[in-house]
């Protein structure tokens, strides 16, 4: 019997799980959950996890147990990040989720984000670009990751960073949860993004390299994929419409700029933003509109895809039998036999 893996991704903002079955090409999900949980609320002022919030989140993980239960797991990782990694009050959060769900959280580092973050979402970057800057706009911080691409199709991590903005800390901050915003608020929260990124492109020069037009922009996260499903015009969100979707530079500041200037009640209006991120999403367009702007891009490639994915792969690779890999050396063999021989 195939062995059933699951992955859950906790962030400051939302649960997700899935849980899927390894696939010749990849693997099949069979089940998903996700809810926005918002377990980072109020963090960035006594650096702290609040019980309404820890609440929530527990509630969300219960329905994760039951799932992966009753799906038969054998195999798992479950990941918690940038709450748990700078809540003083973490490591009571994770004894009572053990206590609670029977789930086992594992606070990841930063860095160990941005690798998971790049194994999801890798099949995205398009044959022939030697770069990509990879990109996720989470709840409590967001990761920028630049990759090289090699000859054989792999890629490797040649710089990252882990700005300490993301959609929930940057609108608590600077107090528009749940208000218009008006537009020099806009501007300071892109401008306090913008700071990091000069210090990220100072110490990779990013710039030279994306000159050459051999670089894709590559973002993975609530606030990309929920200003493409406005871009296409969706009247309910649907995933195979936006993973793989490509939106224009110009596009996407014009789409940020009018998501800022609405009320809060006409983004909750929105049917692919809604009332549960109405509250965020201005911060998430300032963050995506700095990222663009700083280096100037003209295109931008959507990914409904990430953390979870990259932990399914990473797995299912480790997991991979013995045998198989015998199967492949031999296949490698034969090949290079062949090439001999014609040679």
């Given at each position: 019997?195939?062995?059933?893996?699951?992955?859950?991704?906790?962030?400051?903002?939302?649960?997700?799980?899935?849980?899927?079955?390894?696939?010749?090409?990849?693997?099949?999900?069979?089940?998903?959950?996700?809810?926005?949980?918002?377990?980072?609320?109020?963090?960035?002022?006594?650096?702290?996890?609040?019980?309404?919030?820890?609440?929530?989140?527990?509630?969300?993980?219960?329905?994760?147990?039951?799932?992966?239960?009753?799906?038969?797991?054998?195999?798992?990782?479950?990941?918690?990040?940038?709450?748990?990694?700078?809540?003083?009050?973490?490591?009571?959060?994770?004894?009572?989720?053990?206590?609670?769900?029977?789930?086992?959280?594992?606070?990841?580092?930063?860095?160990?984000?941005?690798?998971?973050?790049?194994?999801?979402?890798?099949?995205?970057?398009?044959?022939?670009?030697?770069?990509?800057?990879v990109f996720?706009?989470?709840?409590?911080?967001?990761?920028?990751?630049?990759?090289?691409?090699?000859?054989?199709?792999?890629?490797?991590?040649?710089?990252?960073?882990?700005?300490?903005?993301?959609?929930?800390?940057?609108?608590?901050?600077?107090?528009?949860?749940?208000?218009?915003?008006?537009?020099?608020?806009?501007?300071?929260?892109?401008?306090?993004?913008?700071?990091?990124?000069?210090?990220?492109?100072?110490?990779?020069?990013?710039?030279?390299?994306?000159?050459?037009?051999?670089?894709?922009?590559?973002?993975?996260?609530?606030?990309?994929?929920?200003?493409a499903s406005?871009?296409?015009?969706?009247?309910?969100?649907?995933?195979?419409?936006?993973?793989?979707?490509?939106?224009?530079?110009?596009?996407?500041?014009?789409?940020?700029?009018?998501?800022?200037?609405?009320?809060?009640?006409?983004?909750?209006?929105?049917?692919?933003?809604?009332?549960?991120?109405?509250?965020?999403?201005v911060a998430?367009?300032?963050?995506?509109?700095?990222?663009?702007?700083?280096?100037?891009?003209?295109?931008?490639?959507?990914?409904?895809?990430?953390?979870?994915?990259?932990?399914?792969?990473?797995?299912?690779?480790?997991?991979?039998?013995?045998?198989?890999?015998?199967?492949?050396?031999?296949?490698?063999?034969?090949?290079?036999?062949?090439?001999?021989?014609?040679?």
């Amino acid at each position: 019997m195939r062995s059933i893996y699951s992955a859950i991704d906790l962030g400051t903002n939302n649960c997700r799980l899935l849980i899927a079955r390894p696939t010749k090409g990849g693997f099949r999900v069979i089940d998903a959950f996700s809810r926005i949980v918002r377990l980072g609320e109020g963090v960035s002022n006594g650096n702290r996890l609040s019980e309404a919030a820890m609440e929530r989140t527990i509630e969300a993980l219960k329905v994760c147990a039951d799932k992966i239960n009753r799906r038969g797991v054998t195999c798992m990782r479950h990941v918690a990040t940038e709450a748990c990694r700078v809540a003083d009050n973490s490591d009571e959060f994770i004894e009572r989720v053990k206590r609670e769900t029977g789930l086992n959280l594992d606070v990841i580092s930063a860095k160990e984000e941005a690798r998971l973050a790049v194994m999801g979402c890798q099949s995205l970057i398009a044959p022939g670009n030697r770069h990509a800057l990879v990109f996720d706009i989470g709840g409590g911080s967001t990761e920028l990751i630049w990759v090289r691409m090699l000859p054989d199709g792999r890629s490797e991590i040649s710089g990252w960073m882990s700005i300490p903005w993301g959609v929930v800390n940057l609108s608590e901050s600077y107090g528009t949860i749940g208000k218009t915003v008006p537009p020099e608020r806009y501007a300071e929260m892109t401008g306090v993004v913008e700071q990091h990124l000069k210090a990220f492109e100072e110490a990779h020069q990013l710039s030279d390299v994306i000159k050459r037009r051999q670089t894709q922009f590559l973002g993975t996260s609530g606030t990309v994929t929920t200003l493409a499903s406005l871009h296409l015009k969706l009247p309910r969100y649907v995933r195979e419409k936006v993973d793989g979707a490509w939106m224009k530079s110009r596009d996407i500041h014009a789409l940020s700029r009018q998501v800022a200037e609405m009320t809060h009640g006409e983004r909750s209006a929105q049917p692919c933003i809604g009332p549960e991120r109405a509250d965020l999403v201005v911060a998430g367009c300032a963050i995506l509109e700095a990222i663009l702007g700083q280096w100037n891009v003209p295109s931008l490639r959507v990914a409904d895809r990430g953390i979870r994915e990259g932990i399914l792969r990473g797995m299912m690779h480790v997991e991979e039998p013995p045998q198989r890999h015998r199967q492949r050396r031999r296949s490698q063999a034969r090949r290079q036999d062949r090439v001999k021989s014609n040679g």
